[in-house]
């Protein structure tokens, strides 16, 4: 996600985090989509979904990623209510929730638990102000979504991160 930010920042010609016509245009031939105006018009519209003739980085990014399937929603609709009951939970209380021994990198030694607390918090505490809401929790899983071929190893991940078996 950080790449398609960063892919989204750079034809963000006017720096306003917003894309317009003209620059999602620029966007499509700098990767060698010679649309037509119907086409071009297709997939705008496609990713401007409040319809203001812009594409946010949100929208962008949702236009990318996708969705949850109904299988993977319901997983992390699950872990949500069993890690934040009341609807939302402080930073500091989500992360002591989070299995570190979980994370790949902190098993094998190669990164410590600090440094995969910062990330982890980076990825999901989106608006920085110390809770972690329901959104933010679906948006982070949405994003990693695309990492697990397949609901049962999503599913997996989801449970061994939280400690839900």
Not at 37 to 55: A, Q, Y
Not at 62 to 78: F, H, K, P, Q, Y
Request: aromatic share 12%.
């Amino acid at each position: 996600m950080r790449t398609l930010v960063a892919l989204f920042k750079k034809f963000d010609t006017n720096a306003d985090s917003r894309l317009d016509r003209h620059e999602v245009q620029w966007v499509l031939k700098q990767n060698g989509q010679n649309l037509t105006p119907s086409e071009f018009e297709r997939v705008f519209k496609f990713f401007d979904k409040n319809g203001d003739g812009l594409v946010c980085t949100c929208e962008f990014i949702a236009g990318i990623r996708g969705e949850l399937n109904s299988v993977r929603a319901a997983c992390v609709s699950d872990a949500w209510s069993r890690i934040a009951p009341k609807g939302e939970i402080l930073a500091n209380d989500f992360a002591n929730a989070f299995d570190y021994t979980s994370h790949p990198e902190i098993s094998n030694g190669t990164r410590s638990k600090a440094s995969v607390l910062e990330e982890l918090m980076d990825a999901v505490d989106m608006n920085k102000d110390g809770m972690i809401s329901s959104e933010e929790f679906v948006d982070f899983y949405t994003n990693v979504s695309v990492y697990y071929k397949d609901d049962d190893s999503f599913i997996k991940a989801v449970h061994k991160a939280w400690g839900l078996y």
